[in-house]
């Protein structure tokens, strides 16, 4: 086929694909609310969403900004780490840059705004809200793993993952809506930023910046902990509850689902070579 001929057919296919690349997801996240409103009996919205706490701080408020972007940059190194474990056995990454990606479309909407909104509703909203029955921690810590798998790639495996601790923090000690507001900020900012220091700032410069986000966040993270250990041992989950949910059949078919939706990036690319030189 005229593919075959001319491979960069394949990628102006694809990114016109891009186009509707959010649709899916935007459904399959509605479907998802909805399922969770009806398990939860109409709390999602008459209770979940209108959940208070405390007032935000302007240390608070700086101090998560630090936790955003410490999480960026770990990620980014965890997730070299793992490409540099792939290329070693001819595998590698097909991912798009995602600063690119939504500089170029209208992905900017679905993953800076339209995105934050729902996964926060889904997850710190019905999800959390779900499982505080067995912890604060067991639920924070819970929804931060299926939030992290839910991206399906492991390019944002560990970055969601990280975060999504943070974002349940933030909806039980304050409300949903900072986390809300914290995850927007993320997608449109912080991601953007570093995108644009990658890509425009001088490799060195850009080197050192890195490194001092990942210093600040760093020692934030490690005097947080230690002030508020005590806080957290109080809210230990109940016995035996993690025990149970590493136990169950459908989280493990979850995992093994999105690690396969995750490796399939990096396997499509041989076939379709393979394909060309047919």
Do not use: C
């Amino acid at each position: 086929g005229s593919l075959r001929k001319d491979p960069s057919q394949v990628t102006e296919k694809l990114n016109a694909l891009n186009v509707w690349a959010g649709i899916p997801y935007l459904i399959s996240i509605s479907i998802g609310l909805f399922l969770f409103n009806a398990y939860r009996k109409k709390a999602l919205y008459k209770y979940d969403l209108k959940h208070k706490g405390r007032k935000m701080t302007l240390s608070v408020f700086f101090i998560l900004l630090a936790f955003l972007g410490f999480s960026q940059v770990f990620s980014s190194v965890m997730t070299q780490v793992i490409e540099r474990m792939f290329e070693t056995i001819g595998l590698h990454s097909p991912t798009p840059d995602l600063g690119d990606t939504i500089e170029r479309s209208w992905t900017m909407l679905l993953y800076g705004f339209f995105g934050p909104i729902t996964e926060e509703f889904f997850f710190r909203g019905a999800g959390l809200r779900g499982l505080e029955r067995y912890g604060k921690i067991f639920a924070i810590v819970m929804t931060a793993i299926l939030f992290g798998l839910f991206h399906a790639n492991f390019d944002q495996l560990f970055f969601a993952s990280i975060i999504g601790l943070g974002f349940g923090y933030i909806a039980f000690e304050y409300n949903i809506w900072w986390a809300i507001f914290y995850h927007i900020f993320n997608n449109f900012v912080i991601s953007q930023g570093l995108h644009y220091v990658a890509y425009h700032v001088d490799e060195g410069l850009a080197n050192w910046l890195q490194i001092g986000v990942l210093a600040i966040g760093s020692i934030v993270m490690i005097v947080v902990l230690a002030t508020k250990w005590p806080a957290i041992k109080a809210n230990k989950p109940q016995p035996g509850v993690f025990q149970r949910a590493l136990a169950s059949f459908w989280f493990w078919f979850f995992v093994l689902f999105t690690i396969l939706m995750s490796i399939v990036p990096y396997v499509i690319p041989i076939f379709q070579m393979a394909n060309f030189k047919g």
